[in-house]
Every structure is written in C-alpha cells, then in structure tokens.
C-alpha cells in the first residue's frame, strides 16, 4: 500500500513536471506565432545571438566528437563485417548509424553540456539576482522576453548542427574506409551517399527538433524554478543536464519506435 | 467595485491596503494589514528581519499574490484584476531592488532604455536623450557604455532607480536602498530619493530597517511587526510613542536570542509552527 503511494506520486510529480515544460512550450509557441500579430514583436536580435551560443560556437567540440564516434562506428563494425568479408559495408554501417541515431543524440548530449546548462544558470542566476522580478515589475513577460528567443534558436540550429555531425561522422568513417578498406575519399562518400534514404536524414532531423524543444524547455524550466540563493543555481544546471539527458533518450526512444513502426507498412 | 472606488478615492490616496493577508504555503506571513499612501508622499515601511516587510512590498507590486484583502493601485484592486491590466499599472509604476537587480548581459544604458524600448514606440535619438536624462537625474551622466559589473554598489543602485524611472512612474518603490553600502555612499543615496521627491512630486514607498535613513526620508511611517502594523504616523508621532516594541524598535534595544527552532519559527509566524509543518 505504502509502496503504491510512493509509485503513484512519483508518477504525479513526473507528469506534474511534464506539464511545466509543455506549459513553457506552449508559451513560446504563442510569443513566436501569434504574439507578433498582436503587437509583441519577435525579438529577431535575441534568437540570432542565441543561435550564435547554441549553434556556431559548437561546431569545434562538436566536430571533433563526432569525427571521432564516426571513426568509432567505423572499427567496430568493422570488426563484425571483416568475418564475412564484408568490409565494404563500412560505409554504410557508419552512414545509416549516424544519420538515423548517432548524429541527433550525440549532438543533443553536446547541446545540454554547453546550452541547456547554461540556460539553467543563466536564468536561474537572474532568478536569485531578482532580474526576473525585475522584468515582470517592468510589465516584460521573462517567457517572452528570455525563453522565446532560446526555443526558437534551439529549434532551428539543433537541425542544422545535426546535418553537420552526421556529415563529419561519415567524415571519421571514411578515415578508416580509406586507411584500412581499400576505399578513396570520392568512392566512400558515394557509397555513404548511396546506402542512405531520404527517410534516414528525416527521421534523424526531426528528432533532432524535438531534442531541440526538450533541451530548451528543461533547461529554462530548471533555471525559473530555481529557489534562493547561490548553491540553488548549482542545483538547477545539474537538474537541467541530468533531466535532459534522460528525457532526449525518452524521446529518442518513443520517435524511434514511432518511425520504426511508421516504415513497416 | 464602483462604491468602493468612491469610498477609497476621497482622501487622496495613492494607494491603500485594506486588510491584505498573505501567505507562503500555510504559513500566513502577513495579518491583515491596512493602511494608505497618500499622493505625494514618501511612506517609508520599517520592520525586523522577518517581520513581513519585503513580503509586503513584493505584494504591493504584484510579484505576491494576497490570500484576501485589498490592494488599491491608481483606483484599481490589484488583487483582483487581469494579468493584461496588471501590465498596465506596472508600466506606471517603477522598483528598485535591493541588489540593484540590473541585466548583467546589458550594458547600463540598455537596462536604463528596456522599458522604453519595450513599451514605447519612441525613435531610438529620443531614447537616447531620456536615457541621458535619467542617468543625469541619478548622477550617473556618461556612465551608460559601463556593464552593472563595473559599477560600485551604490552606483548599481542609482542606476537602477534611473531603470525604475524610465517611464516616468508616478509611484516608485524602494526595497531596502541603503543596504549593503557604506554609510556615505547610503547617505547619497538617501539624498537621492529627497531629490527625486522634490523634483517630481512622486509617490515613494520605502522598505528598510535602517532608522536614521528612515527618519530622515520619511514624511510617514509604517512599523511593520510579525506580520502586522503595530504604529503608524508622521516621524514625530513614532519618535513620541509610547508603545513598547515600537520603543524597542526605535531604541535600539536587543532582544534575547532565540536559539530554538520553534521559538525562531514562532517568533517569524506568531503561530504554533508545529500545525504549518
């Protein structure tokens, strides 16, 4: 009975949380959509300095990471496919895994090191600072004026970081194509090009968007509940990265099994 | 509504308080607390650490909803109105927080022009002659390209009142002015509110517990105890009461220590804090 409580809470206080960050969603949805409409001007200036944190300032580490979990990809299924004398398949085996799973999520996993944690203490900061209060004794919605801007950045640079990791996984797996299998540079893009359906690069973007929203909604979310006080700021950015780590695999997961069950006819 | 904003309206008042209750949780934090503002004045509320005084003013500008009670703000119940009409109140209302609460990623002369430029549909040559304005006002002329990072503590608070100003409010409140700065640097900021009181006739609402800036500010004071008014009047009247915590607020005079966690809770909430728990 105790323990049925217990359960029963927990999943209350899940859905609970669940429906904050669909509540904030919801909120920027308005201010993108339907707020310009109604004399509440899109803040163009704020998304693209956004866009700039979230999205070009990642490219090096994310470069770098996903250079490597290509080559990665490369030897390990290289190992399997050398059995059979399959070798050649590397290309493709690195192309569909990035595209398809590794691109989006080792992406997202980057974004909630660097943005969605900088989201929590950057409004959570404010928060204990009173520049939250501020904003709204000076009639400025913060959902308006601080989350708006982030989804929006988020939405629209996590796509394009995704094309970019996918492109330089298939970059690390053609080192080894090229090193070890006998491919050139040209005839292993052609064949990673060749192995791939549109529906691959798809799926994985429009993960990638609905990673985009979680990062941002948790991030913000944490950050706008943090409570009093220095060591709550703390607090929220490790909520914000642990919570968001666990709720792109959810995610993941779910818009996995959808696509999988969508493309078996 | 319409009787009551007769009933209200007649003596002048700015704003009136009409037993407003509020309450963290269960926790009641303020008791039904009653008093006006009048048009012109500056009110200044005094109280202990966690008699209810930044509660109260949190109220007052809307950032804490009452449990029940009355808030009366440029003839409208804040207490009971909608978000959209709360906004616009707010744009005729200006705050200065304790810590200055100044946008660390803007640069003092963009925290000054937000609200203009949010509300406002002003060319950016007109802002930029009101902001000029505003920080000449505070003392502040030629400081509008320095982040709130470089300023000095009191020049962070004078550049938030400027932000508080910005829209020309006819109230401003203050949340504890002179905390945190040094006896000369609070004194210029003391002076600063008298001069904007002069200057501008404005309506000054002040939270502090600093008794010599008190006095000297004041033309009314409210002393705020647990959560309730326990005297209210001009300085002299508080200066000649004869009711003893008021005296001992006044005085100066040290209360024993309370070292037990219910004695604390009690002390904050005048209830028996086990029921609250």
Known sequence: MELATQIGGSVLDGLAYLGALANLGVRAAYFTFVGPFRGRPFRFQRAISQAMQVGVRALPIL?????????????????????????????????????????????????????????????????????????????????????????????????????WANSMGILGGALFGVAQAGFTVHRYVIASLDSLFL???????????????????????????????AEQVGRSTTRAVVVSIFLVILVDLVFTALFFFLSER | MDQNENTVWQSEAMISLRN????????????????????????????GSGSGKSTLLRTLVGLENPTSGEIWLKGKNIAAISAAEMDEIRKKVGMSFQGGALFGSMSVGENV?????????????????????????????????????????GMKKRAAVARAMAMDPEILFFDEPSAG??????????????????????????VTHELASAFLIADRMVLIDKGNVIAIGTTAELRSSTHPRVRQFLDRIAEPEVSQELDYLQMLTEENPRRGF
């Open chain 2, 113 to 153: 022009a937000l609200p203009l430029r949010e509300h406002t549909k002003l060319e950016d040559s007109t802002i930029e002659i009101i902001l000029r304005l505003k920080l000449d006002q505070v003392g502040l002329a030629g400081f509008e390209n320095y982040m709130p990072s470089q300023l000095s503590g």
């Open chain 1, 63 to 163: 470069s770098l990471i996903t250079f490597f979990i290509g080559l990665i990809l490369a030897l390990q299924s290289a190992y399997e496919l050398r059995k059979f004398g399959a070798i050649n398949y590397v290309a493709s085996a690195v192309a569909i895994s990035m595209t398809r799973e590794l691109g989006p999520l080792i992406t997202a996993i980057v974004v909630i090191g660097r943005s969605g944690s900088a989201f929590a203490a950057e409004i959570g900061t404010m928060k204990v600072t009173e520049e939250i209060d501020a904003l709204e004794t000076m009639a400025i919605d913060p959902i308006h004026f601080l989350v708006t801007p982030k989804f929006v950045a988020m939405m629209i640079m996590l796509p394009c970081l995704t094309i």
């Open chain 2, 20 to 47: 407003l209750r509020v309450s963290y949780g269960e926790r009641e934090i303020l008791h039904g607390i009653s008093f006006d503002v009048k048009r012109g004045e500056t009110l200044v509320i005094l109280g």
């Open chain 1, 199 to 229: 529906r691959d690069i798809a799926s994985g973007l429009i993960k990638s968007v609905m990673f985009g929203i979680t990062i941002t909604a948790v991030g913000c979310h944490e950050g706008l509940s943090t409570g009093a006080g």
């Open chain 2, 181 to 206: 700065l040094d006896p000369i640097i609070a004194a210029g900021v003391d002076q600063l509110i008298l001069d904007l009181k002069k200057a501008f006739h404005m309506t000054i609402v002040v």
